[in-house]
């Protein structure tokens, strides 16, 4: 691995950078990648195919190998769904995915980017562009591992799916939704998929060393509309319990009573495997935290990304009612995000959105809903191969199962998975979680390379060997 690291770093013209020794190398193609303005909208009325279809065609120049090798197959126009077949049909196949499409730019912020947002520029370490974290860098570390494998003569034993869907961003129901439907008429369960999710995070906690999150399971989805409703009339007379008061009191409740924290499931794995790497103190509070629950409750709690991996979050996003300054509304409504943990159901919550609320005149509407998804093992055979393949890019960085807090196409493609998780091998520090979706999107060339060694023995070691 280290002699191919350094071919990588090598042709990719890190030492300095220059275009003409990166023109044919991994990050070059991925910044011709990041040109493509697949974008996914809100509105499917705004889609454009055109840049879709161009960079299948892309693909297809760009690695040869792969595309005379594997079975390529457009699904639902858009998406691509590789098959690489293995020698022996009688072990499940292996599925990694990743997704084309690209959120847009916000309207206005397209200057304050240093590099253009869809320029594909390769400058100061780092390739820039919208896709270059989420999520176009997996489909193209991805392709550079099997085209990579294939020139060194490699023949999986397990049969392989590379499945990279064209609507991630809006939820997926035609890219990866379709996929799923496909495979799954076709019988295919696989024995593990790897989509993305979690990264490698530094600092962690006080440890000293990174530190591997690989996603074991995903959150639900909730979103409640609330309503209070009063008789209106004129401003001069108002009365005791008008609908925007009464929402205002319902919605502080909500705001300040968190829902339940949940040391079980994931979030207790997730402490376990990190424990053996804290400080004392801190170690010692997640062993005996059967003791000093409420203690390190207080504490993960002041810290948002915690207290998202612990709990069911509210999140109070959207606020109206009124009309004009001297007239009293009828109602009032406001929209209430929830991000579900594995244990907690769509009906709980709403439930306890009652409780907490404690008024029957405040309306409850449902939205939208999707429970969290199932939590995949972490002491199996298949997060084992994940493990190993992380530490063939460093071999002291600690692997820890975690939550995915946000949504993945895994929501589909677990479907045909007897395990799912999710997990991209770049390192992502604090200023850099603020780029994903938003401005000054990059990856580090060096990342880069270690994506695809990682992908690279990912399939090695899942697949089989020569």
């Known amino acids: 691995m280290i002699a191919r690291r350094l071919v990588f770093l090598w042709v990719a ?4 950078f ?3 020794a990166a023109a044919e190398g991994p990050v070059e193609r991925l910044a011709g990648a990041l040109r493509f303005e697949t974008l996914s909208h809100e509105d499917p009325a705004d889609f454009d195919a055109a840049p879709f279809l161009a960079m299948h065609d892309y693909l297809g120049a760009a690695f040869p190998r792969t595309h005379a090798a594997l079975g390529r197959e457009r699904v639902a126009n858009y998406s691509l769904l590789y098959t690489w077949t293995g020698s022996d049909p009688s072990l499940p196949p292996i599925l990694l995915t990743s997704h084309i499409d690209v959120v847009p730019v916000v309207p206005g912020t397209a200057e304050d980017w240093v590099h253009p947002p869809f320029g594909g520029v390769v400058a100061d370490g780092f390739v820039w562009g919208r896709g270059a974290l989420d999520d176009k860098v997996g489909v193209l570390a991805t392709l550079e591992a099997v085209e990579r494998l294939l020139s060194e003569g490699f023949v999986p034993e397990r049969t392989v799916h590379l499945a990279f869907g064209h609507d991630e961003e ?9 996929i799923t439907r496909l495979l799954a008429e076709r019988g295919v369960q696989h024995w593990f998929s790897l989509d993305e999710g979690m990264a490698i995070l530094e600092g962690t906690a006080g440890i000293d060393r990174p530190v591997a999150m690989v996603g074991v399971a995903e959150k639900g989805f909730l ?20 609908a925007i008061p009464r929402l205002a009191r319902a919605l502080v409740r909500l705001d300040e009573t968190p829902l339940p924290a949940r040391f079980g499931a994931v979030a207790g794995d997730l402490f376990d495997a990190l424990a053996p790497y804290l400080p004392a103190t801190q170690a010692f509070l997640i062993e005996q935290r059967w003791a000093f629950g409420p203690i390190l409750e207080a504490v993960l709690s002041d810290d948002p990304a915690m ?6 979050t509210t999140a109070l996003t959207i606020l109206e009612g009124g009309v004009k300054a001297n007239v009293l509304p009828t109602s009032a409504t406001a929209t209430a995000n929830f991000r579900l943990v594995p244990g907690d159901s769509v009906d709980f919550v709403v439930e306890e959105v009652r409780r907490i609320i404690d008024d029957p005149d405040i309306e409850i509407e449902i939205t939208t809903a999707r429970e969290a ?9 298949a997060f084992a191969a994940i493990a190993s393949a992380v530490r063939a890019i460093e071999p002291d960085i600690v692997v820890a199962p975690a939550l995915v807090v946000g949504g993945t196409d895994t929501k589909h493609y677990g479907e045909v998975s007897d395990d799912s998780y999710r997990f991209t091998p770049f390192r992502l520090g604090g200023e850099d979680v603020g780029r994903i979706h938003g401005t000054n999107e990059r990856v580090a060339v060096d990342d880069y390379g270690d994506m695809i060694t990682f992908y690279e023995s990912l399939l090695e070691g899942a697949a089989g060997k020569r």
């Open 13 to 16: 013209g890190v030492m300095g």
């Open 18 to 20: 220059g275009q003409a």
């Open 170 to 178: 809006v939820g997926g129901p035609n890219g990866a939704g379709s």
């Open 223 to 242: 979103t409640l509309r609330l309503t209070a409703r009063a008789t209106g009339g004129h401003s001069s007379v108002p009365p005791p319990n008008g």
């Open 307 to 312: 207290n998202a991996m612990l709990r069911t």
């Open 373 to 381: 998804s199932t939590v995949s093992r972490s002491d199996s055979d």
